[in-house]
T-cell receptor, first 115, second 112 residues
């Protein structure tokens, strides 16, 4: 069965600090990878996704993630965080053969940015 | 806004009752999936509907059932409610089975 592990459940940073959120997955095949963000009181929205090609993917709001196949990892990064990045971040995986298996999400990382 | 709307936003039920949650998908989307998000957890896949047929299911018992209508809107039905069914239920729609998911804001169910 597929699974996703997010290493940090709570992260507190100061504005302008660099961010890296860890994500490792377990899946027996080729995968599609996603990072979703949930701002307080809002719906889940897609930050970025990896389907194939360049393993370094760029998303919205200055976020990027790198797919390292040998490490089964898809870590999220941002060079300089802002107070508005305070949110819950979820890593998710899906088999690349189709969507019928649904997304498997990690438990999430609660990020707090202090001004 | 994603264009995915869910109703009701909040509801309270008692153990043993039945509940129906509704989802209106984004225009042009033919695939709807449902997720359960317990407090402090990531969303868990319940099932997916593609063109009115269930074509994928997660590890949920048969008392979780659904429908997709010709206009691609959807319902999630849960029978014989248990306390552990208390959660945020998320609906997501997409252009295709393997497309990007667009989530609604969810229906928060409390079972007493």
């Amino acid at each position: 069965a597929q699974s996703v592990s997010q290493h940090n459940h709570h992260v507190i940073l100061s504005e302008a600090a660099s961010l890296e959120l860890g994500c490792n997955y377990s899946y027996g095949g080729t995968v599609n990878l996603f990072w979703y963000v949930q701002y307080p009181g809002q719906h889940l929205q897609l930050l970025l996704k990896y389907f194939s090609g360049d393993p370094l993917v760029k998303g919205i709001k200055g976020f990027e993630a790198e797919f390292i196949k040998s490490k089964f990892s898809f870590n999220l990064r941002k060079p300089s965080v802002q107070w508005s990045d305070t949110a819950e971040y979820f890593c998710a995986v899906r088999g690349s053969g189709g969507g019928a298996d649904g997304l498997t999400f990690g438990k999430g990382t609660h990020l707090i940015i202090q001004p | 806004e994603t264009g995915v709307t869910q109703s009701p936003t909040h509801l309270i039920k008692t153990r043993g009752q039945q509940v129906t949650l509704r989802c209106s998908s984004q225009s042009g989307h033919n695939t709807v999936s449902w997720y359960q998000q317990a407090l402090g957890q990531g969303p868990q896949f319940i099932f997916q509907y593609y063109r009115e047929e269930e074509n994928g299911r997660g590890n949920f018992p048969p008392r979780f059932s659904g429908l997709q209508f010709p206009n691609y809107s959807s319902e999630l039905n849960v029978n014989a409610l248990e306390l552990d069914d208390s959660a945020l239920y998320l609906c997501a729609s997409s252009f295709s089975e393997a497309g990007e998911l667009f989530f609604g804001e969810g229906s928060r169910l409390t079972v007493l």
